[in-house]
């Protein structure tokens, strides 16, 4: 009985090392810059940024949120894609995306703006920005449980063990040039996304009729968005590779 007490206090002091949300509200955070941005800001831009359009970069795996034993209507990936994209060509200092996923309300907002309340004459308004490039494609795949695995034991009703999961999601990008329509360049890339398990337990009969049980553990999961992310931003860094490779832009020169 006391060393059922005493690995009984072991495991409950043990809870105090196990990652828990704090109880309090936490404050909203900026994303953190990944290590493919960095490099990819880090490299000297073109003198003139290449004006890009971007009317949607959108989920097209038709997967839903795998969920066992439960019928989940939530989809595996973010909806968000293009607005990912369309900041990600922006703070790549190498392109300038130009709006054309809300075309229609900014076309109505200039509407109401060329409208001069109580005058005959409309406000000339200047025309759009027309880009020079096309960006299309989508997330393609996204694939759960490409590999499985984990390790555990149990002996006399002590027992511990550890299991991970890898998903997979994969994105095609690719450039079209505006005035010919010549698909310029494509790339493709595939991100895993990680999730892992970690518990460890106890069960033993104390007497006849009286059965001990204790358990603890966490999970680990990576966000399906932030990988959704970093797979788009090495799409746009590859695609500034390839395109200055293929001599279709370069650097600016210093002098």
């Known amino acids: 009985m006391k060393s059922f007490v005493i690995i009984m206090l072991s495991l409950l002091s043990a809870c105090g090392l196990i990652p828990k949300p704090e109880l309090h509200m936490t404050q909203a955070e900026i994303n953190p ?78 509407k109401i703006t060329k409208k001069q309340p109580n005058k005959n004459k409309e406000l000339d308004v200047p025309l759009l920005t027309n880009a020079r490039l096309l960006l299309e494609g989508g997330i393609i795949n996204y694939e759960a449980n490409v590999s499985t695995g984990g390790i555990g034991l149990q002996y006399y009703g002590i027992g511990a063990s550890e299991e991970y999961r890898e998903d997979q999601v994969t994105i095609y990008l690719r450039a079209v040039d505006v005035y010919t329509g010549k698909v310029m360049i494509s790339v493709s890339t595939t991100k895993r996304v990680f999730s892992q398990q970690m ?20 999970s680990t999961n990576e966000p399906v968005q932030f990988c959704v992310l970093q797979a788009i931003e090495l799409a746009v860094a590859e695609m500034v590779d390839k395109g200055i490779e293929l001599g279709y832009w370069s650097p600016e020169q210093s002098i």
């Open 199 to 218: 518990r460890a337990g106890l069960m033993r009969y104390t007497s006849l009729n009286r059965l001990a049980e204790a358990e603890m553990g966490y």
């Open 33 to 110: 810059v990944s290590a493919t941005m960095k490099a990819l800001q880090a490299m000297k831009g073109p003198k003139y940024p290449i004006p890009v359009a971007v009317y949607s970069f959108r989920d097209q795996t038709g997967q839903y949120k795998p969920q066992a034993n439960v019928s989940s209507f939530s989809t595996a990936v973010t909806q968000g894609a293009t607005s990912m994209l369309i900041q990600t060509l922006l703070e790549s200092h190498w392109f300038t995306p130009v709006e054309r996923e809300g075309l229609q309300n900014l076309l109505t907002e200039r």
